[in-house]
């Protein structure tokens, strides 16, 4: 299956920032206190974003994220730095184990991301018993 850049970014763009399930979506329902665990999955997702994106930009010779961006500032980012890849970006191969394309590492952003927003979501509103 191939994805152009556009539409990689539509797909992190709604895992990130859809009115409806994504992460600022998830996050935004939040009421009170956090349950502790959103802090982890925050934090996870902004060290998986920045590795995944530090990746690509060794391999194809893209910027990298900014060190200091915290997981807002990443998301925004990444959707743009998403955008400017060329077709050949996007086939150069990362190498390693899984040895993925910048388009599957892309994809599998998404779906962690998405993945994660649930589980945010569901912390959102934690079943209270009697």
């Known amino acids: 299956m191939s994805f152009g850049a556009e539409e990689l970014a539509i797909l992190l763009d709604e895992a990130n920032h859809a009115p409806w399930e994504s992460v600022r979506a998830a996050l935004a329902s939040i009421e009170g206190q ?3 665990r959103v ?5 996870h997702l ?3 974003k920045r590795d995944y994106w530090t990746q690509i930009a060794a391999a194809t010779g ?4 900014d060190d200091a961006a915290g997981l807002s500032r990443l998301m925004a980012w990444e959707v743009d730095a998403a955008r400017a890849l060329s077709t050949g970006d996007l086939h150069t191969r990362l190498g390693g184990s899984e040895n993925m394309t910048v388009s599957d590492v892309l994809r599998l952003n998404a779906r962690h991301t998405a993945w994660h927003a649930g589980q945010i979501a569901a912390l959102a509103h934690p079943v ?3």
């Open 46 to 48: 902004t060290a998986t």
């Open 39 to 43: 802090g982890w999955l925050t934090s």
């Open 34 to 36: 956090p349950h502790p």
């Open 62 to 65: 893209t910027p990298a994220p």
């Open 128 to 130: 209270r018993l009697a």
